[in-house]
């Protein structure tokens, strides 16, 4: 199945089983070099109508495994993966342009524990059950699995996000068609490989490449698929609710987000700039956990952007296989234009660019010149209307102002359409709580970022999407409930 023609890998389609080549293809850049080196299948509906019924054939016998078969299934494939994560972490940096230390680090290792995590989880869940003793019945839910979902995944942590998908939606019983994005292929398809070996029945899992406009709307649009997962732009599930819309579809949307870090002059700096850091260019600030609007307390401002600009300026930007390195190549051309541009907008603004883009000069190896790069840049005396306040940039751009008060920056963090995380600095617990409680965020990280327990919910309020996944909530949106009540 892996063909070299050229030196250029030829990815195929995975439908029941099977690695089928597919009649068009899409190129796949290098973004650290700017090179063409892996052919996308371009697949239409006929591909999804392929996929879709094998997933529905493979439907009967799966969702009546027990939980327990399909868990140490799952663990298998957790530990194939695992067994092969340095070549995985390799593809993901080549493909996706981020650092070889961010994909052996977090990227795979988060793949393999997700098969892991709901390996476990599908063991635990009970249903409810309520008595009425004096009308002699019992009630009791029973979950039992979908069908066939679709899931659709981004380019940001591609094999990562997908995972997050698939093995929830398998664990319940479900078959999936999966579309992972056109610019990041490479770690599906290699993942595709070790589902047999893993135990993986044909047709369980079943992955279609493409473009979103072609393979993800046929799959959206696909009168066989009851359920879809996706992960993206805020835009695009716009456009995938009105097309879901005549078939009354069950949607779960993981959306954008603008997310504000607060710094009241109590918050431990050791702490929070390393961290802040951390929080606005890691993955070179495309991780739509991501912070792009940094309030800091009016009498530490200069304190923690005198440090904050030194420290940024510290990140290193280059090859993404060197492992010294911090900050990787953008995903696309277009994405870095698209960055660029939003620093130019708020210079012409009036704001003010600290480092970074324009400011800072980048030197690069020979053999990255054309990559995707852009240093880390941070951008202040910027105004809350300004787009680089409003918008998703998704980029390693960062904006940071003053603020005098609670109640003030609780209004302006709230002042944007997103609504997915935020991190508040503060050794006061009582603030803590009082602010976590009113900002408009699916999730509140106080004094850190990133730390998650997958148990609980993940997801974003207003334009940043719809329900919730996580232990619970994955085994909810990945089940129909039913409520039985038995009378004697
Ligand atoms: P995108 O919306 O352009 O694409 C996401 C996926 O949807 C891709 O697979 C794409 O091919 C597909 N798609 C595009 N148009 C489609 C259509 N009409 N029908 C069906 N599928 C379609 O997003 P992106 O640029 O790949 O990813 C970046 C975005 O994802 C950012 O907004 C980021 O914040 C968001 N994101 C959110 C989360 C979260 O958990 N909330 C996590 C990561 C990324």
Redesign the pocket.
Same mark, same amino acid.
Not at 210 to 213: D, V
Not at 254 to 257: D, I, Q, R, S, V
């Given at each position: 199945s892996k063909q070299l023609i050229m030196a250029l890998l030829v990815l195929e389609n995975f439908i029941g089983g099977k690695f089928v080549p597919c009649s068009s293809y899409i190129d796949s850049y290098n973004p650290s070099t700017g090179d063409i080196y892996c052919k996308v299948p371009d697949s239409g509906k006929e591909e999804v109508e392929a996929a879709v019924r094998a997933a529905k054939d493979a439907f009967p016998i799966w969702s009546s495994k027990s939980p327990l078969e399909r868990s140490q299934i799952l663990n298998k494939l957790a530990d194939l993966i695992e067994h092969d994560l340095e070549a995985f972490a390799q593809a993901e940096s080549k493909d996706q342009g981020k650092t070889i230390t961010f994909a052996r680090t977090v990227d795979i290792p988060r793949a393999v524990y997700n098969f892991r995590f709901f390996a476990s989880s599908i063991l635990h869940h009970v249903t409810e059950c309520t008595e009425m003793a004096t009308m002699g019945c019992v009630h009791y839910t029973s979950r039992a699995p979908v069908g066939v979902a679709g899931l659709?995944?981004?380019?940001?942590?591609p094999l990562y996000?997908l995972t997050w998908k698939i093995a929830p939606a398998i664990a319940c019983g479900n078959t999936v068609v999966a579309?992972?994005?056109?610019?990041t292929s490479v770690t599906a398809w290699m993942m595709c490989r070790l589902l047999e070996k893993a135990g993986v029945p044909h047709g369980v899992v079943n992955v279609v490449f493409? /473009? &979103?406009?072609k393979?993800?709307?046929a799959?959206?649009c696909h009168p066989d698929v009851p359920l879809i997962s996706? /992960? &993206?732009?805020?835009?695009?599930?716009q456009?995938?609710t009105e097309?879901s819309a005549p078939y009354c579809k069950r949607l779960s949307l993981?959306?954008?987000?603008k997310n504000p870090a607060i710094i009241f002059n109590d918050a431990d700096l050791n702490q929070c700039i390393p961290t802040t850091l951390r929080s606005s260019f890691a993955n070179q600030g495309?991780?739509?956990?991501c912070t792009s609007r940094i309030f800091v307390q009016r009498d530490i401002y200069s304190e923690f952007l005198n440090k904050f600009v030194a420290e940024a300026r510290k990140w290193k930007t280059g090859n993404p296989s060197d492992p010294t390195v911090d900050v990787g190549a953008l995903?696309s051309k277009e994405?870095l234009e698209k960055v660029r541009n939003y620093v130019k907008k708020a210079r012409a603004e009036g704001a003010r660019i600290l480092c970074g883009e324009g400011v800072d000069s980048l030197s690069l190896p020979p053999g990255n010149q054309k990559g995707y790069f852009m240093l880390p840049t941070v951008i202040t005396e910027v105004k809350d209307e300004s787009c680089c306040m409003q918008e998703?940039i998704?980029g390693p751009v960062t904006c940071v102002v003053a603020f005098d008060t609670e109640e003030e920056v609780i209004k302006r963090a709230n002042g944007v359409k997103y609504g997915?995380a935020a991190t508040v600095w503060s050794s006061n617990v009582g603030r803590v709580h009082r602010v976590a409680h009113r900002l408009q965020s699916g999730l509140v990280w106080t004094n850190c970022w990133l730390m998650r327990d997958l148990n609980l919910p993940?997801?974003?309020m207003k334009a940043?999407?719809i329900g919730r996944e996580g232990a619970k909530d994955s085994y909810e949106f990945f089940t129909e409930v039913k409520t039985i009540t038995i009378k004697h």
């Open positions: 659709i995944s981004p380019w940001n942590l996000l579309k992972p994005s056109e610019m493409g /473009t &979103g406009a393979a993800g709307e799959l959206v996706f /992960t &993206g732009s805020t835009l695009t599930a456009r995938i097309k993981e959306l954008g987000g495309e991780i739509c956990l995903i994405h998703e998704f997915l993940f997801g974003g940043s999407g």
